[in-house]
């Protein structure tokens, strides 16, 4: 069993910043990728940000104001973001994709959610 463990979101005005944060727990064997993907009302989930083995690949919609990182000793990935406007509110979620056991298969795992409002 894995759980992911999400915090960070709150409620910032239009050009601030935030930094989220969601660690991993339970039977992990490898964690083979982490990523924030975010959704907004009425809309479709849609990717934010990822990272595999230390490489990252971001949205467009980023444009170099999200950098996304993780701690490997602790099982955490974080994701700052800078230079926030309305249209990044949105409940963002931690994806991970886990190997628990040396035969286990990969699987796909998802936080709670933690909610980004952006508004002055």
């Known amino acids: 069993q894995v759980q992911l463990v999400e ?4 409620l910032v005005q239009p050009g601030g910043s935030l ?3 969601c660690a991993a727990s339970g039977s992990i064997f490898d964690i083979l ?3 924030w993907y975010r959704q907004a009302p009425g ?5 934010v940000a990822s990272i595999s083995r230390g490489v990252t690949n971001y949205a467009d919609f980023v444009k170099g104001r999200f950098t996304i990182s993780s701690d490997n000793a602790k099982k955490t990935v974080y994701l700052q973001m800078n230079g926030l406007n309305p249209d990044d509110t949105a409940v963002y979620y931690c994806n991970a994709l886990i190997r628990e056991t040396i035969i286990s298969v990969r699987r796909d795992y998802w936080g709670q959610g933690t909610q980004v409002t952006v508004s002055s």
Do not use: D, N, T, W
């Not at 915090?7 to 709150?10: D, E, I, P, R």
């Not at 809309?43 to 990717?47: G, P």
């Open 33 to 35: 990728r982490m990523a």
């Open 19 to 21: 930094r989220l944060s």
């Open 43 to 47: 809309k479709q989930r849609e990717l």
């Open 7 to 10: 915090s960070g979101g709150g």
